[in-house]
């Protein structure tokens, strides 16, 4: 092989590499992207339905609840300016009370599911139930589970917050045919659909914060967790 030909094929693979990686890139950028506008539609729809209600409907969400949907949008506008334009502000860890959270994506999500004949519900659970975590990706995680449980279940969608040896979980449950695919798949397969993307953006929030989603067995319907380390000590759960 001549000099000049082990050149040009080094170029030729140098090349090919190149614009792998270019392609790469740019399917991640994209996908970020799409992931930010699809966490900034669904906050922004449930506001506005929240808002179309009848200031003397009883079920309207505080006014509390719409901030946590007004910051998810904010948070996603972020994203999408990290997306485009590279590298952005850190997520912050603090200590966050799940149960008041849970309250007010539960408060909002119900207005979106009235409008389906449904209901969205709080169960009992553990009121003390810690983590540390940024507050605004830990309501991406829950509210995505609660909007795929309104979006693609049936019947009432019930949600609660419990605990384990050394973690907390977000329960969702609703009384529709279940998951029609593993959860692995969901997350991990290939990038079509809003649930599947939904998912992710569930999968990857949990999973900063060390924790995890998966599905439990249910008679009816999809009942997903959220799981996350406790912020307390084991012996302090009740």
């Given at each position: 092989?001549s000099?000049?030909?082990?050149?040009?094929?080094?170029?030729?693979?140098?090349?090919?590499?190149?614009?792998?990686?270019?392609?790469?890139?740019?399917?991640r950028?994209?996908?970020?992207?799409?992931?930010?506008?699809?966490?900034?539609?669904?906050?922004?729809?449930n506001?506005?339905?929240?808002?179309?209600?009848?200031?003397?409907?009883?079920?309207?969400?505080?006014?509390?609840a719409?901030?946590?949907e007004?910051?998810?949008?904010?948070?996603?506008?972020?994203?999408?300016?990290?997306a485009?334009?590279?590298?952005?502000?850190?997520?912050?860890g603090?200590?966050?009370?799940?149960?008041?959270?849970?309250?007010?994506?539960?408060?909002?999500?119900?207005?979106?599911?009235?409008?389906?004949?449904?209901?969205?519900?709080?169960?009992?659970?553990?009121a003390?139930?810690?983590?540390?975590?940024?507050?605004?990706?830990?309501?991406?995680?829950?509210?995505?589970l609660?909007?795929?449980?309104?979006?693609?279940?049936?019947?009432?969608v019930r949600?609660?917050?419990?605990?384990?040896p050394?973690?907390?979980h977000?329960?969702v449950?609703?009384e529709g045919?279940?998951?029609?695919?593993?959860?692995?798949?969901?997350?991990?397969?290939?990038?079509?659909?809003?649930?599947?993307?939904?998912?992710?953006?569930?999968?990857?929030?949990?999973?900063?914060?060390?924790?995890?989603?998966?599905?439990?067995?249910?008679?009816?319907?999809?009942?997903?967790?959220?799981?996350?380390?406790?912020?307390?000590?084991?012996?302090?759960?009740?």
């Amino acid at each position: 092989m001549s000099s000049l030909l082990l050149v040009g094929w080094l170029l030729a693979v140098g090349s090919s590499v190149l614009l792998l990686l270019a392609r790469r890139s740019a399917v991640r950028s994209t996908e970020r992207v799409v992931r930010a506008c699809h966490e900034l539609r669904g906050p922004l729809q449930n506001v506005m339905l929240a808002l179309g209600a009848p200031d003397d409907d009883a079920r309207r969400p505080p006014l509390r609840a719409l901030a946590v949907e007004l910051t998810r949008a904010t948070r996603a506008v972020e994203d999408l300016a990290v997306a485009t334009n590279g590298p952005g502000s850190r997520d912050e860890g603090r200590r966050v009370a799940l149960v008041p959270l849970v309250r007010d994506l539960v408060a909002v999500h119900d207005v979106a599911a009235r409008t389906r004949g449904r209901r969205v519900v709080l169960v009992a659970g553990d009121a003390e139930a810690t983590v540390v975590g940024d507050r605004d990706r830990l309501a991406q995680a829950i509210g995505n589970l609660v909007r795929n449980a309104v979006e693609h279940g049936q019947g009432t969608v019930r949600v609660g917050v419990g605990h384990g040896p050394g973690h907390v979980h977000v329960e969702v449950a609703d009384e529709g045919q279940g998951l029609r695919v593993p959860i692995d798949r969901l997350v991990h397969g290939p990038r079509r659909g809003r649930r599947g993307r939904g998912m992710r953006i569930v999968a990857d929030a949990l999973g900063a914060h060390g924790g995890r989603l998966r599905s439990a067995p249910s008679a009816a319907g999809a009942r997903m967790v959220a799981e996350l380390p406790s912020a307390r000590p084991r012996t302090a759960l009740r």
